[in-house]
């Protein structure tokens, strides 16, 4: 059984900072990419940045040059390191990986963590 749990999300006032962790565990025999996508109430969920196992990133425009994204192959662990932060970052984040388990490829995702931001 894959799982990915969160951590890290928080409130923090306008302008800070907070890094998220991901870590999947399981059955792994391969991870690529990883990620974060966040969603608000009753909206889809948006892509925040992905990495590949090769460290190759994406970031969504709104994030460019504020959040970083990295990961530890070794411990199958993502990070989101989130600078500048915005009111608009208010929202719940969810951790994503596309993870093959010896049969198949899938998508899994994390709970999902709530970051708030204080103006």
């Known amino acids: 059984q894959v799982q990915l749990v969160e951590s890290g999300g928080g409130l923090v006032q306008a302008g800070g900072s907070l890094r998220l962790s991901c870590l999947a565990s399981g059955s792994i025999f391969a991870i690529d990419p990883m990620g974060w996508f966040r969603q608000a109430p009753g909206k889809q969920r948006d892509l925040v940045a992905t990495i590949t196992s090769g460290g190759t990133t994406n970031y969504a425009d709104s994030v460019k040059g504020r959040f970083t994204i990295s990961r530890d192959n070794a411990k199958n662990t993502v990070y989101l390191q989130m600078n500048g932060l915005k009111s608009e970052d208010t929202i719940v984040y969810y951790c994503?990986?596309?993870?093959?388990?010896?049969?198949?490829?899938?998508?899994?995702w994390g709970q999902g963590t709530q970051v708030t931001v204080s103006s």
């Open positions: 994503y990986a596309r993870i093959y388990s010896g049969y198949a490829w899938k998508d899994y």
